[in-house]
């Protein structure tokens, strides 16, 4: 046998190792995907774009979105109303008064008037109260005095503690009732019978009916007695457009959330459901000042 090659001559081919290739096997979500009917593609598409609306309605149209736009300045306000005004107590800290009188502004209206925080229960004075209740009437502002109710205290020393500490004046607005809980060992008539007494109490010694303020669905469940429908209401009903409140009311505070100058942090939003002659008429004194014709002229 003959070959071309020399003796001990090393081939220069070279010997290729080889080993087999492992595939990863895919995960158990992947091989759901791959097996799946059309329809369940149909179904999934169709919750992505139903989850993808609700959000969009959540973040920009719903409560949330009216919230949103309030605090990061593409507010909404409710429209048809020209008389505004917010509710402070400490949680608004030191207020540069000038400057809020100055600048003052909610939806292109000035600030016409301010509640502020006096009581709560039987025994808290807020820490801000005298100095903005006196504030409020220096810088020109329609000021009034509100009590919390507690659920811990008795109606009548609560009513009789607001008004030794509030010393309401001539052109102040009526005094305010913010109740917002009921207590557990109450039924829900001894309940209403504790605000009444404590809106008699209040009206006979500052001589005007008190304002009752609560959220609409706990005064729907607990106040919506015909008696209580004499006295002026306050409506808390935030990030709504419109309030779908069916009886009368006066003031409504319609965001927590609004930005203003002079004001560090958020304050309460409020308007008033009329003129600034009829705000003047609901003051304590109006019928004084302007005369009993004046005053029934409606």
Same mark, same amino acid.
């Given at each position: 046998?003959?070959? $071309?090659?020399?003796?001990?001559?090393?081939?220069?081919?070279?010997?290729?190792?080889?080993?087999?290739?492992?595939?990863?096997?895919? +995960?158990?979500?992947?091989?759901? =995907?791959?097996?799946?009917?059309?329809?369940?593609?149909?179904?999934? !598409? +169709?919750?992505?774009? &139903?989850?993808?609306?609700?959000?969009?309605?959540?973040?920009?149209?719903?409560?949330?979105?009216?919230?949103?736009?309030? =605090?990061? !300045?593409?507010?909404?306000?409710?429209?048809?109303?020209? %008389?505004?005004?917010?509710?402070?107590?400490?949680?608004?800290?030191?207020?540069?008064? @000038?400057? =809020?009188?100055? $600048?003052?502004? %909610?939806?292109?209206?000035?600030?016409?008037? %301010?509640?502020?925080? &006096?009581?709560?229960?039987?025994?808290?004075?807020?820490?801000?109260?005298?100095?903005?209740?006196?504030?409020? #009437?220096?810088?020109?502002?329609?000021? @009034?005095?509100?009590?919390?109710?507690?659920? *811990?205290?008795p109606a009548k020393k609560q009513a009789e503690f607001f008004i030794k500490n509030v010393k309401l004046e001539n052109g102040d607005l009526p005094p305010v009732l913010d109740v917002e809980h009921k207590p557990k060992n109450q039924t829900d008539e001894e309940f209403k019978n504790s605000v009444l007494e404590w809106l008699d109490i209040v009206e006979k010694h500052y001589h005007v009916k008190p304002v009752i303020y609560t959220y609409y669905k706990f005064k729907t469940?607990?106040?919506?007695?015909?008696?209580?429908?004499?006295?002026?209401?306050?409506?808390? *009903?935030?990030?709504?457009?419109?309030?779908?409140?069916?009886?009368?009311?006066?003031?409504?505070? *319609?965001?927590?959330?609004?930005?203003?100058?002079? %004001?560090?942090?958020?304050?309460?939003?409020?308007?008033? $459901?009329?003129?600034?002659?009829?705000? #003047?008429?609901?003051?304590?004194?109006?019928?004084?000042?302007?005369?009993?014709?004046?005053?029934?002229?409606?």
């Open positions: 046998m003959s070959t $071309n090659r020399k003796p001990h001559q090393k081939s220069t081919t070279k010997r290729r190792i080889t080993s087999p290739v492992r595939h990863k096997r895919p +995960g158990l979500f992947v091989r759901l =995907l791959q097996h799946a009917p059309g329809w369940a593609w149909w179904l999934g !598409g +169709g919750l992505i774009v &139903a989850l993808y609306i609700f959000f969009f309605y959540y973040i920009f149209v719903g409560p949330f979105g009216f919230r949103w736009r309030a =605090l990061y !300045g593409d507010a909404s306000y409710p429209e048809g109303y020209e %008389i505004h005004g917010i509710d402070i107590s400490h949680h608004q800290g030191r207020i540069d008064w @000038g400057e =809020l009188k100055d $600048n003052g502004m %909610i939806d292109k209206y000035p600030v016409r008037f %301010i509640y502020v925080k &006096a009581t709560e229960g039987a025994s808290i004075i807020d820490e801000n109260f005298r100095d903005n209740f006196y504030q409020a #009437r220096e810088y020109g502002f329609t000021r @009034g005095a509100y009590h919390f109710y507690s659920v *811990h205290s469940k607990y106040l919506s007695d015909s008696v209580f429908d004499s006295y002026p209401y306050w409506i808390a *009903h935030y990030y709504v457009e419109q309030v779908t409140y069916d009886g009368p009311w006066k003031f409504w505070q *319609h965001t927590d959330n609004g930005r203003l100058a002079g %004001i560090k942090g958020t304050v309460d939003f409020n308007i008033y $459901n009329g003129s600034f002659y009829e705000l #003047r008429k609901l003051t304590i004194g109006a019928r004084e000042q302007i005369g009993e014709e004046a005053y029934q002229d409606e």
